[in-house]
């Protein structure tokens, strides 16, 4: 009762009556009563929530208690098999497909677990012995074969003393915890009381409730079949609902393979067997019918399995008869056949899998049965299959699904993916499976895939019963591949070893090995035959089934209709696109050619004018001339007057030379005047009247422009901006819509700017620091969106056309959809009736322009019918002439810039009907009766995609709903589409790479044929690849595919592991250069070769390029072929069978569908008439002489030689003949979409010429381990460097040589060389240089791939055709930052700048020097410098008056000045901080020591090496710091050292060398000790260093000290003497600390000699100098050569102790200077003096003159406008090209003169009044 008055009370609340309930309790509300109020109303929506998941947890726990409890019963009966346990397992076995017996097995399941407690106590009572009662059966052995050892290792029989009663219950001692023993059956009891719980719970909840139970087994009461199609939330609640009821049959089938798989047994076999049957029946009615059966049969076999796993009472001690009997039975066969057995006993886990089958097939029963249930079929939805006759045609008649092919909604988009692209998946899948595993069985996986990949669109267009059928059939041979690997399993299990030795290839073929564990396999160790452990299995098998099953459903589905019925609209609309991309081309190719025109004629009216003004000047002067000119006219007059003829012929000459005879070269280009500037005033004003252009709408601000404005003003700024942009974008969008409703086609857009400016805030307000804070973060995430739609703008604009095309086909199968709908029969002839009534229903509606639409320029009227090019109003030409320059002109494909198709097609509101023809005055079913029957590509008003879009005739709601739901997605998926739209538009670059990818990756002849055909056909096909090549590109693939499986069976002998390791590196061994060798992941670059030819398959379908149809010209604008005779003859046949067709075909012979091998059929006809011919002669010669058979023998062979030399001849000219047609079309094209990438063709040479510099050892056969910078600093070239240097330079030569003079025969010769020879080199002449594969050689892989995109981009330009103007630098074509920086990057590269200029001077025709050529350059450089610094201060603008701000200032100014301080400090803080900072550690590799007595013998030598060198540890360095930490000058030179940098010279004692002296010299020692005042003792040290590290690798040192007293020099001569055997002490002879500099000198570290006390402590650990000891050791007279052998001890003397033991070996401590790293040494290596000269000093000068120069350059370089000097050197450039060399040099003379005059460049340069 509290619960449900919980309830209740839970129920009626709200948060209205809780404000209530709070307000009242509190008095007067304030905001923390508002606070209290919102965290009431939490707190009620959280218990909510909290009840409804505990609604939802109970009905789960009731939906799926039985399952879980039978699951749990199962388990733990397999876990413990017993007799006891049996009764257990047939109840709950039983139970699931029977419901009736379900509540009897869960009460008797209780009662009987409570038994099994009961005995398992019993059995632990102490009476109870087991060893008394247990059988013992070592003497009941009766074994007739061989496995007795087996038997006795293995089996219970004799392991240990059988205890029946484990046998019967499970029945065993437990010691002294009895819970482990229990815990199974009491989890039962467990189970059981969860199970009456929820039952009476949920009971409880739905009596108290008033509330019925469900029909079906739903978790989601409100979800039907209703609400499927509503959104993707719907969708996901409806399958959570009916998931197994709408694919409980496919999962009871992928069940039971995975049953096989887990199993691979004589039972799984008997599941295989019942798949196959199931999969027969095929219909689900027929299915059902079986199905009761289906269960019984699995019950039945799991509880007589069970009783196999219990088996015989061990007890009895009687084994089982294939264990006694006399033939053989292997364990592994009895494992198998899953027979009882005491030794290997069956897996009683592999019931568990079985049971999941019952389960699932249980289930499946029941849904069975619901079908039938109307109730059911209501909430639900009925199950019942589709008809397999059934058309899309009649779709909208029957279907009960909506069309979801627009895409309205996230569901659509799910769907679309299902039903449209499944297919495929599942294809590439089924390729994975037959590659993965080498077996027999698997070709026929790739046969089908193959097959499917082939005619799998065609297939998908016929009725569903077509495909199905062969779905089917791959569905069956997939379960029958799964149970012929199980039955198969007899042998890889059972029989392995017998087959290795005799029937290896049968291993091989089918892929046999054993794949589930348990299985003894004795394999033998010496056998040459290799296991296929990695070919096994049916994984891949099982995944492909189910996923085919899958696919199975889609195909039976009703959605997938419409995928059909789109496929076929597109089908229908197959070469539509082709025909919208010819017509945006050639309407390209035309403005282009209108506007050159137009350039040169408005160049040439200029000149003209100028002439004449000249000529009135000249004139002038003629009235004075001077008296020089007078003679010379007086004798002229004189000439005439005498010959009248000869003087006329002189005039006539004079005028076709020159009208000024007397002006050179020289004197024209230095002779420009102020006339010259006379007439641009008048060309303005006649470009003002003809070019009028609308006022634009401003545009909306880009994401830099947004960031740039937040830096100069502030973020507050910027939003506002923002918010502008926004608003103004919305109000247009608004006015479209409502212009649109209104039945407005013309958009005009004008915004008012005092209505923003109004609503604008006070930009002068002061922010406190929180809200620019808060502003700062929201422009952040303002930047963000608008870099987003910025870049997903950029991508849609890269896509443009192939978007807008795709756009309008969608648009057309739609209409065809619609014409579907009615009942009508679909054709293009369906969309050009509706276009032809739609605008006849304009021309009447409003004859005289009241209805307008949007267009180009060109399409202001509609052109007559049958013509491809539109008139043009505001050009003063005839459509001929338009015809004819278009046609005239080159034939390619064109690479749309879109800001110049801007400029020259800007749109236009122009009245449609605005012509006068009779052709379209007429009724609609007039001009149907017309154009019935007429192809698409002949519309009478040809409009390219963008303009079919803007003057949109065709409006659905679907269409538009589609629209709004783009429009509407979050910015990541828009940017996700604009990526898939660009890949998608270049969906043929990505093939090419993948194939190119494929062969650098495979490098073998099968990958070779794709590549070269790729550059010498496809990408020189115009406009684009045939269907041919892609066909035959996918083909091909397939082929190789297919050879290269058959090659990995292993029974060749390359696929040995043995041949392998030893040929896996050969470059030119057979299976390696052909491709086919042994390795994994042999085809993965296949299948995506494969992936993206499909691809790019459906792309051309889907866009209508699959077909292509040339736009057919009329009669009269045909072009006239003035070609020689004998083209014109060679082309006849053409011309006659084919009078339409363009330049867009690949071949050009009189077979158009460019089959070299068609006309077999004529063939064979004519080879007929011959024979017969050939045989009565044969016939008459036999006649008259019949004896002759030697004659008539040779005649035979003759005549069969001619024939073959014939059909050889015949066949060379089939195949020669098409291949010089396509280069010759390509050569002299008939119009031409000119481009020029010979930009990026260069940069692409300039990247592999820097791979060839730094890998040039990758070309060479030992060159790997040279280093170049070696080799060039010993002045040796290597020859491989130098040779691909000399190539590479050399192809770039001749690359622009071609590229200048235009020479299209050239470039495609040499393309093809290029080509060949590459390919040829790379990878057949190349490994064998370098003994290594291609695919080793990464650098070689890399210049490939880098040389395959310039054949690709060379490839496009010979497609398209070299424009008129090559000159101009390329990074000159727009104006931006990123341009201007590359464009003063190329001009820094040494003597790169003054080579182009010299190549193009040489191969261009014009009238200029050398060295006016380069000032040109020059001049245009440094105005296109000018050109990009004036539009971004368009661009990122800067308001007047404003101060510059101080992030501004201090960023800009402040890293300036850090630039400036560190190059003025640079060279002290390099060498402070190279060895501080990245300093190498030095340490020494050998300490010498030496000490001599000046003028004598050295009287020790010593050295330490190795571990008599021993750097400090941190504990020793500290220690050191400590003894000097009182000592500032001291500490100040340790800290400059690391501890590794400091090392403990261990000298010892004895010195290495004896004392070899003179006896003479030794006297005169003596001599010279005893009589001298003073002794020199000399101290010498040698360090030796990596030579690597630093140049000088010795450092050496010395130290003398002076002893004068006597005592020193007496124990010195009486040591000498011998009389002396004690040690003679000499003081500070020794310094402890040394130091090791970089240089040649290593000096003591004086800064440690410090003051110290002289206590005996103090004098060891500080003193600097310290003592030491000498003594002359001596030997026993040396008997074989009489001399004494001496040498010298010397140590050193520890002041701390007395005695002999006072003294030790010699220590130095040697502090190590860190040096320069090796990459740091050519700077360090100079000095701090000699990089303030070099470097330092250098700069200075470059920075000064940056400064000094500004004020001289003000008058060039301060330049307002300079887009008329811009012109006028592109007007140099142009007329150069054309070859009006004459107008070179007059333009040329006017830009020298521009330069010198400083009044016309200050009037040139101004800007506009507009501005």
Known sequence: MEQSQYYVVYRSSSTYASVKFWNALLGKPNKWNLVIDKLASLLLQLLENFHKTQVLAWRILELHILKIVSTWVICITLQEVSLMNYPLFVLWVFALPYPKLRPRASKICTVWSCVMVICKMMYQLKFVRPHNYSSNCMQNRSYYHDSLDELLQKSVLYIAPVDPADWCGGLRKCGDNVLPCLKNHLTILALMIIEVTVHHHQLFYRTQNQLTPPVTGIIFDTITREHLDDGLLSCIKYFINYSFYKFGLEVCLI?????????????????????????????????????????????????????????????????????????????????????????????????????????????QWQVFKDENKACVRIEAGDNVEISRELDPAALSQYSPVPNFIHCRSYLDMAKVVVFGYHFWFVLCLIFITGTTRINIFCLGYLMACFYFMLFGSSLLLKPVKTILRLWDYLILYTALVIVMKNLLAIGACAYLDKLLRNHCWLIQTFGMFCTIPGYDLALPEDEKCELPENEAGIVWDAISFTFLLVQRRVFMSYYFLYVVADLKAAKILASRGAELFEVKLKKVVALRLEEEKKSLQAMRRQMELIKLKQKKFDNLKQKTPSPEETAVDQSAKEQQLLDPEEGGKKENEDKKIWWQPWVTHTSMIRAGSYYLFETDSEEEEEQGHTEKKKEESPKKKTAFQLAYEAWMSSSKSALRTRKQDETREQRKKEEQEQLRLAGEVKLEFHEEKGEISGTEENPDESESIIERIINTIKFTWVFVQALLDDTTEALNSLCKNNLDIANVLRIERCMLWREINKGKEASPDTILHYYNRKKSQQVQANPYGGNKMKGTQEDQQIPRRGTQLPHESSISRTPDEVAEEINGDEAGEKREDEDSIKEAAPEMTTPFPSYETKDYAVSPSAERSKEAGRPLNEVPAIMTASELLLNRMFHDNELEQSDKFYQSLPRSLKLGFALYNAMVSKSEMLCYFVIILNHMVSASVLTLVLPILIFLWAMLSIPRPTKFFWMMAIVYTEITVVVKYFAQFGFFPWTTKLYCGINAEEPFVLPNIVGIEKKDGYVHFDLVQLLALFFHRSILKCHGLWDSKSVNVSDTKKRRFSRSPKNQESRGDLQEDEPGLGAWHLFRHHNPSGSIFRGRKTASVNRGKTQKKEARKKWKLFRKNPINKKKLLKQKMKQLILKAKKLVIKIALQIYRPIRQFFYDIIHPEYSPVCDVYALMFLVDVINFIIVIFGYWAFGKHSAAADITESLSEDQVPEAFLVMLLIQFGTMIVDRAIYLRKTMFGKCVFQVVLVFGIHFWMFFILPGVTERRFNRNHVAQLWYLVKCVYFGLSAYQIKCGYPNRVLGNFLTKSYNFVNLFLFQGFRMVPFLTELRAVMDWVWTDTTLSLSSWICVEDLYANVFIMKCLRESEKKYPQPSGQKKKMIVKYGIGGCIVFILVCIVWFPLLLMSLVKSVAGVTNQPLDVSVTITISGYESLFTMSAQQRNLIPFSPAAYNELANQYALHPSAMQFIVNYSPEDIVLAKIKSNASLLWSISPASREAMMDELSSSTAVYINFHWTILRNASLVKNVEASGKYTVRYEEKEIREQIVQMLNGTRKEPILLPGVVPRYLRATAGAEARTAHRLQVAHSDKPQDVDKMAFFRNITIKLQQLALNSSSGQVTEWWVIQEWNPTCSGNACSKNMELIIYNDKVSPSSLGFLAGYGIVGLYMSVVLVIGKFIREFFNGISRSIMFEELPNVDRILKLCMDIFLVREIGELELEEQLFAKLIFLYRSPETMIKWTRESKKQ
Request: charged share 20%; hydrophobic share 50%; net charge positive.
């Open 255 to 363: 069940v039971a393979v995975n049953v096989i798989k887990h199993r691979m047994d004589f039972y799984a076999l008997l599941h295989g067997c019942w798949v196959i049957y199931l999969l027969h029946r095929r219909r689900r009615k027929a299915v059902a019918e079986v199905w009761p059966r289906y269960c019984s049969f699995l019950a039945s076999v799991m509880t007589f399995q069970y009783l196999l796993c219990i088996g015989l009472p061990p007890a009895f001690c009687k084994d089982y008869l294939w264990r006694t009997s006399r033939w053989t039975i292997h364990s592994n066969l009895i494992k198998w056949l899953y027979l009882p057995d005491f030794a290997k006993k069956p897996d009683a886990s592999f019931l568990l899998y079985d049971f999941l089958l019952l389960l699932f097939a249980s289930l």
